[in-house]
């Protein structure tokens, strides 16, 4: 394989298992008709943006100077665009972030890319909780680290503290975890992440290095319950966010988000230069000058979740009601229930008997559960649930 890297030719070989199911879904789709397939395989926002989105790009065409609009900014975004996503959270959480704080950054993923590569050193290990979004692996080797993933509890999906002190070690560069969670849709709860971030200190007392935690928060404000989300850096000052709107604004392909590094990271100054080095040795400057306009303007609004919210009760309801069990998700748009068997790739492939399609959860760290994502219209849930029906009889429920 002369001239080319054999791991990246293996990277863009494999096809991983969510894009595997959405590409048979849409082949599926061309012989048999859409309406007669039932997709739940990627994590696409069927909710419309907001109008303001909207409403924000017409005015900001109308009324900026195009050379403005479509420049270039600093290479960690534009300072007034990082300053009024201060003002945002600051107003939110009770917080005192600046400008300086934000690196904005071309969606979550190259968020968690420019984190990952400010920390990673030879030898560091990242540790994350099964089940965790596949690429967190190709991220952390990518920046020179390995990943540890940290066996799941599967009753609740709260992490399992055992393992965790199992799992540390001086090597620990960094800990990644991901509430709202993509598969399973669980949220740590406050009492999780206060022990979390008790026992991040003390291991980074007794190692005599810093701990990092990474919260990676593309589902943040898309939560179901009572009780606020846990702000994770109020628990632990080490911490770095990563963050998109993808998700809350309903804006996938226009990839747009931030690192945040409070200022309470030891070693802010040097934190902060890492993740601009990394964002610059990525090629990650300048996110899109346009969205982050948009963002500025409407940070803290959201699509109408409350249809992602119809969704999660209408199809959790129904599959327990079938004899599915299934961990309580109270955020993102996604179910992570056992399959009916214990080969998960085999459930799913008889699952598409009836043009169902689902994602095996061996590729999230958790084999024995698939995932399913409700983030599609109301209607195909509905129609989707005889097909469940059907598939759970075939084994005896």
Wanted: charged residues 20%; negative net charge; contains cysteine.
């Amino acid at each position: 394989m002369a001239g080319l890297s054999e791991r990246m030719v293996a990277l863009g070989s494999a096809r991983s298992e969510i894009r595997e199911a959405f590409a048979f879904a849409q082949a599926r789709a061309a012989e048999v008709g859409p309406e007669n397939v039932d997709d739940f395989s990627i994590g696409n926002p069927s909710v419309p943006a907001p109008e303001s989105v909207g409403q924000t790009i017409t005015r900001l065409v109308a009324e900026m100077d195009p050379v403005q609009l479509h420049g270039y900014t600093p290479a960690q975004g534009d300072p007034g665009v990082r300053q009024a996503l201060a003002d945002e959270l600051n107003a939110r959480y009770g917080t005192a972030y600046d400008k300086d704080c934000f690196y904005l950054t071309v969606g979550a993923a190259a968020a968690l890319c420019c984190a990952l590569s400010a920390m990673g050193c030879p030898g560091d290990e990242f540790i994350t909780f099964a089940p965790y979004f596949p690429e967190y692996k190709v991220f952390v080797e990518s920046a020179g680290g390995r990943l540890v993933a940290v066996p799941a509890n599967i009753e609740d999906f709260q992490i399992d503290f055992a393992a965790l002190d199992a799992a540390l070690n001086p090597s620990t560069k960094a800990v990644i975890i991901n509430s709202p969670n993509n598969p399973t849709g669980v949220v740590y709860s406050e009492a999780t992440i206060r022990q979390l971030g008790q026992v991040l200190a003390e291991k980074s007392r007794e190692y005599g290095h810093t701990i990092y935690l990474i919260s990676d928060e593309p589902y943040r404000e898309i939560v179901y319950g009572a009780e606020p989300l846990p702000w994770v850096p109020s628990y632990y000052a080490n911490t770095l966010v990563c963050y998109s709107y993808s998700k809350s604004l309903s804006l996938p392909g226009q990839r747009i988000g931030y690192v945040l590094v409070p200022r309470t990271v030891e070693d802010f100054d040097l934190v902060y230069a890492a993740i601009a080095g990394a964002g610059r040795a990525l090629g990650y400057v300048c996110a899109p000058n346009l969205f982050q306009q948009v963002a500025a303007r409407c940070a803290g609004q959201t699509a109408d979740i409350s249809i992602y919210h119809r969704n999660r009760d209408l199809l959790l309801d129904s599959l327990r009601e079938m004899g599915y069990t299934c961990a309580q998700p109270d955020g993102a748009f996604y179910l992570f229930p056992r399959a009916l068997e214990p080969d998960a790739r085999a459930f799913c492939l008889r699952a598409r008997k009836y043009d169902l399609i689902l994602v095996p959860g061996d590729s999230f760290g958790c084999p024995g559960h698939v995932r399913i994502s409700y983030c599609v219209p109301t209607e195909q849930i509905q129609r989707a649930l005889p097909k469940f029906k059907k598939l759970a009889e075939e084994y005896g429920l």
